[in-house]
């Protein structure tokens, strides 16, 4: 079964959806991406402010902007109307930046037309095969991709009580984190195993309101009024009151980059 589908079965609906509620919290509490990301596409990749984005899955526009500060031209490739309309008005002061009504298996985009594809927090809801000849049609030889994760490190008694709150009060978690995109999967989306992998240390800090919304903004948390959602949000509480230095909680990060051509 392809992983598209495999997530709308376990989530009951179409996940381009899964978010249209979450959008202030996406928005006030997901963190950004590293800026040495775009230093090293441009080392490794060639990446220039000449160079055409299509940036699939783009959300409320937090890969896009990096991109946007370093002058590439950025298409903005978003199917769910609340992140998309989240993100024209982020990055509404880009002269150099289009949105458009699109999904990754089925961009509309012209045929090599970009110099680049890429996916932030994104890949894991995509049909990947549908998407790969898709993304082949859209790039421009020698068709480079670059896939972000910003993983949550379950280091330290904060963060590994918070992963417990989420394994026993969102039964979905398990089913649809992105960490089950390992190798095996980046290998066979790209064809071969010429891909790289960089990391990056990446962090936020939370006081509990903060935290609270951070929780919120997960497509798989507890919303209220569903089960779960008291003892989580009791549970997570008392979890940072228990840890918190100065009113604040650190939320640790590794970021993931995979890179390579198609």
Partial sequence: MCEFANYQRVAGLDPTRRFSSRVDDYVRYRPSYP????????????????????????????????????????????????MRNAGEA??????????IDARAERTGLPDTSVDLVSA?????????G????E???????????????????????FL?????????????????DHRQIDAERIAAFFG?????????????EFDLDGVR????????????????????????DRLFDAHAVNGRVSFLYRTNLYYGTL
């Fill in 35 to 82: 800026a040495e990301i775009v230093p090293l596409l441009a080392r490794e990749r060639g990446l220039s402010a000449d160079s055409t984005v299509a940036d699939v899955g783009s959300g409320t526009g937090l890969l896009a902007k990096l991109l946007l500060d370093f002058g590439c031209r950025v298409i903005g490739v978003e199917p769910n109307a609340e």
């Fill in 90 to 99: 982020f990055l509404a002061e880009y002269e150099r930046f289009t949105s």
């Fill in 120 to 128: 932030g927090q994104a890949f894991h809801w995509f049909d990947a």
């Fill in 130 to 133: 549908a998407a790969r000849r």
């Fill in 135 to 157: 993304f082949q049609r859209i790039l421009r030889s020698p068709r480079w991709v670059v896939l972000v994760w910003n993983e949550r490190e379950v280091i330290g008694d």
């Fill in 160 to 176: 590994e009580g918070y992963e417990d709150l989420l394994h026993r009060y969102a039964p979905e978690y398990a089913k649809v």
């Fill in 192 to 204: 071969h195993g010429n891909w790289k992998l960089a990391m990056f240390p990446n962090v936020q």
């Fill in 213 to 236: 919304g951070r929780l919120r903004s997960s497509s798989y948390a507890p919303r209220a009024g569903d089960t779960g959602y008291e003892p989580m949000t009791a549970g997570l």
